[in-house]
């Protein structure tokens, strides 16, 4: 078995979570050609697409508050990304290739999509930015919390390192760095939901990754209204080159910049929901 699939009680805990999840949902596994892609989808089907592509070492469960709130108003598509811990393929395209962009052309055509708004996070950021720039027209707006290839990446694994070796202390505060507080559980669903993103973080062995920076001429060229949400205190990306770039090259594109944000920014699903909205 990979180090970053999940273990086989990882994934019964998986299902077990989407089984316990009391929004009225669909599940699917969609032909691509990078293998099959796991999608949840819920909301009215005759409503508005929206697509969600989730970070590294996560999967669609890190989505599901968020889209609770979003299927009020759209048909919400909750992707696993390939070479991730989810039920997707174990699959991933090279980085500087069209081969992210053909999945989703993939899984787009798989759901019958033509064109969807997007929100993506982290490594689904990048993702979803690399699939605007290649395939604008399937596009209609696009949402990116704390994005990978706008700003550069921080060199922070030089200093997690050294805490790594320090056992669960040292894991801790590698996770309060990247992550911030840890957010508090309010329901049971909510504490089942943090337990299992939590295991799957520390189960899974991460995949180093050096994302390529999107030019400037390709940011110009966006058609689409871009909002882009970054903290300022993240340690994995440069949030304020991601700022600076956004506002001066992308015409429709915007920023939210929350100050004392790290690289997890909880409570965006309604700037986000305004956005999508506009």
């Not at 819920?42 to 469960?61: E, I, Q, S, Y």
């Not at 929100?119 to 027209?137: E, K, N």
């Not at 790594?164 to 504490?191: D, E, F, H, I, N």
Request: with cysteine; net charge positive.
């Amino acid at each position: 078995m990979s180090a970053r699939m999940l273990s086989p009680a990882l994934r019964d805990d998986y299902l077990a979570l989407l089984d316990g999840w009391p929004l009225r949902h669909d599940r699917r596994t969609i032909d691509t050609c990078e293998g099959e892609t796991f999608v949840l989808s819920c909301g009215r089907t005759d409503a508005p697409p929206l697509v969600l592509l989730h970070g590294a070492l996560t999967n669609a469960a890190s989505w599901l508050f968020d889209a609770e709130i979003w299927s009020r108003d759209f048909r919400v598509h909750v992707v696993d990304v390939i070479g991730e811990p989810g039920l997707s393929a174990p699959s991933h395209p090279p980085l500087d290739s069209d081969g992210w962009a053909a999945w989703l052309d993939d899984v787009l055509d798989g759901l019958g999509v033509t064109s969807a708004a997007f929100v993506g996070m982290s490594f689904g950021g990048w993702i979803a930015l690399d699939y605007a720039c290649r395939r604008p027209t399937r596009v209609s707006r696009l949402a990116l919390l704390c994005p990978s290839g706008i700003g550069p990446q921080k060199a922070f694994l030089w200093k997690a390192l050294p805490l790594l070796l320090l056992g669960s202390w040292g894991a801790a505060k590698v996770r309060a760095m990247v992550m911030g507080p840890s957010p508090k559980a309010s329901t049971p669903q909510a504490r089942r939901l943090l337990d299992f993103l939590q295991r799957v973080r520390t189960g899974v062995r991460p995949r180093p990754m050096r994302l390529p920076i999107v030019s400037d001429e390709a940011l110009s060229a966006l058609p689409m209204p871009l909002l882009v949400i970054v903290g300022g205190r993240d340690v994995m990306l440069d949030s304020r080159v991601t700022r600076q770039r956004v506002m001066t090259r992308v015409p429709r594109g915007r920023v939210h910049f929350v100050e004392d944000g790290r690289h997890y920014l909880p409570h965006q699903a309604g700037t986000i929901q305004a956005f999508l909205h506009e």
